[in-house]
């Protein structure tokens, strides 16, 4: 990872797209559902370790990357908040994940074991690129259109921004596309968005 990236808070949002949160028999959310990883889950290394019997799941998102601490109140400014966009996997144990949201609990475990954030450290500045895909062993699996977000970028900040305040280097996986699916030993990932330098991945 850069050196100058020091991740503090991961934040994540479920269900912003409509095929997504349907192909797991979720209805479409009012306001943003967010949930966090810790940032010790961050993964920027090109390999993908898959804990012992567990099934993980890709979840191909854009990542945000925040520039500055504080609390935007508008959506230019919450803008302003954003210093770069890269492209992640939110990794997931969907067995758990499932058990878990029917028991109610909290999905900690399912989303925040070791190396479950995985992302590009290389930020892209300036305006995100719409179009972004996923490819494994050289197959698309998964693309994503920003224009089919149901929550905004800043949508997303300022509704974080009611609950907390943003730090430098926090970072947000947006959500997911439809096409979520198992990962298998000896996989090989691409990521990026189109027409950008991609990240590769090996999973072991
Ligand atoms: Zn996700």
Not at 145 to 156: A, G, H, R, T
């Amino acid at each position: 990872m850069r050196e100058d990236l020091k991740i503090e808070n991961i934040y994540c949002v479920g269900r912003n797209f409509e095929g997504h949160a349907k192909e797991l028999g979720n209805k479409v959310p009012k306001s943003p559902l967010i949930f966090q990883k810790s940032s010790s889950a961050v993964n920027t290394k090109d390999i993908i370790k898959i804990p012992k019997n567990q099934i993980i799941e890709h979840e191909l998102e854009i990542v945000v990357l925040i520039g500055k601490d504080g609390s935007p109140k508008t959506r230019n400014e919450a803008n302003s908040f954003i210093s770069g966009y890269s492209i992640g996997l939110d990794l997931t144990d969907r067995r758990l994940q499932t058990d878990l949201k029917k028991k109610g609990l909290p999905w900690f475990a399912a989303k925040s074991f070791k190396g479950s954030a995985v992302f590009n450290s290389n930020f892209i500045k300036h305006e995100c690129p719409k179009e972004f895909y996923l490819k494994i062993n050289q197959e698309i699996r998964q693309e994503g259109n920003l224009k089919d977000m149901i929550f905004s970028f800043e949508s997303i900040l300022l509704h974080i921004s009611n609950i907390v305040d943003l730090k430098k280097g926090d970072i947000i996986f947006t959500g997911t596309p439809e096409g979520v699916g198992p990962l298998a030993s000896g996989d090989q990932i691409e990521i990026g968005f189109k027409d950008h330098p991609s990240k590769k991945l090996i999973v072991i």
